[in-house]
């Protein structure tokens, strides 16, 4: 939480800055957009460090693409939704979590008799990358959605614009 709440902080009020010493809404998406995606680059190096942290301390090895495609998709939703934009993030949020229940119940549905090819995907991919490629991959192409979301809706200044209840802090 912490990280997540630093690098989020550190947008919100680089990005305010910005648009206070902005001579246009163009600079301002120019300038704003670089921020954004240095916040999201940091909190993943952090979550990245830490992931290796606790894996150290708990002598096991962490999942870094499943748990860092998480963490950067729960940045990027709480970023969206601190600014008021709360429909993409509940969409892709959902997508990605009825991706992995699909997953899951594919290959249940494989143990039906004459359905053994409904699970063929899921256990291919397994059984090539280790069962964290299913959250990772789900959550990884939302995070990615979210991110390319965020980069045309929070590079706006009406996002950081001040304004009753609205655009508070993550």
């Known amino acids: 939480m912490a990280p997540a709440t630093w ?3 550190l947008f919100i009020a680089g990005a305010r800055r910005r648009l206070a010493t902005s001579r ?3 600079e301002f998406a120019s300038s704003a957009r ?3 995606l240095g916040s999201v680059l940091l909190f993943a190096l952090a979550l990245t460090v830490l992931l290796a942290l606790a894996g150290s301390l ?3 090895d962490a ?3 499943a748990a860092g495609a998480l963490g950067v998709l729960l940045l990027l939703a709480r970023l969206l939704t601190a600014h008021g934009r709360t429909h993409a993030p509940t969409v892709v949020l959902g997508a990605a979590a009825a991706a992995e229940a699909l997953a899951v119940a594919l290959v249940f549905a494989a143990r039906l008799p004459g359905c053994d090819v409904l699970g063929t995907p899921v256990e291919a991919a397994v059984d090539a990358a280790g069962a964290g490629v299913v959250p990772a991959t789900a959550c990884a192409v939302a995070a ?3 991110l390319v979301h965020a980069t045309r809706t929070l590079t706006r200044a009406s996002a950081h614009a001040h304004t ?6 993550p």
């Open 7 to 9: 690098c989020a902080h």
């Open 24 to 26: 246009g809404l163009a």
């Open 34 to 36: 670089p921020l954004l």
């Open 58 to 60: 708990l002598d096991q």
């Open 63 to 65: 999942d870094y693409a």
């Open 144 to 146: 990615l959605a979210l």
């Open 164 to 169: 009753d209840g609205a655009g508070g802090t």
